[in-house]
């Protein structure tokens, strides 16, 4: 019942900027954790940063200091702000959102379908 889109992938140069954004729809009460994972050919996905329904927000060490997350709640929105882009970020990037559908429903984690991002040197 919920549905993430995800946008603002693309190709750019080392030490370029990118804004990924992450839109949430359908039928949701309430938002926990929001965050941002990316996957690399041949690698595990592995979380990039997430940000709590407190505003409080956790980074990757590889990316502490270039990227910020944010939400917005009114929006249904997450978005991920990417500087100083390297080779190494390049990866495909997927929003995933903690949301119960209904008042007493269980906190499911919901998908979006990834967008690539591709740093050159």
């Known amino acids: 019942q919920v549905q993430l889109v995800e946008s603002g992938g693309g190709l750019v140069q080392d030490g370029g900027s990118l804004r990924l954004s992450c839109a949430a729809s359908?039928?949701?009460?309430?938002?926990?954790?929001m965050g941002w994972y990316r996957q690399a050919t041949g690698k595990q996905r592995e979380l990039v940063a997430r940000?709590?329904?407190?505003?409080?927000?956790e980074y990757a060490d590889s990316v502490k200091g270039r990227f910020t997350i944010s939400r917005d709640d009114a929006k249904k929105m997450v978005y991920l702000q990417m500087n100083s882009l390297k080779p190494e970020d390049t990866a495909v990037y997927y929003c995933?959102?903690?949301?119960?559908?209904?008042?007493?429903?269980?906190?499911?984690?919901?998908w979006g379908q990834g967008t690539q991002v591709t740093v050159s040197s």
């Open positions: 995933n959102v903690e949301a119960a559908t209904t008042q007493y429903g269980a906190v499911r984690d919901t």
């Open positions: 359908g039928r949701i009460y309430t938002i926990g954790t």
């Open positions: 940000i709590h329904s407190d505003m409080l927000a």
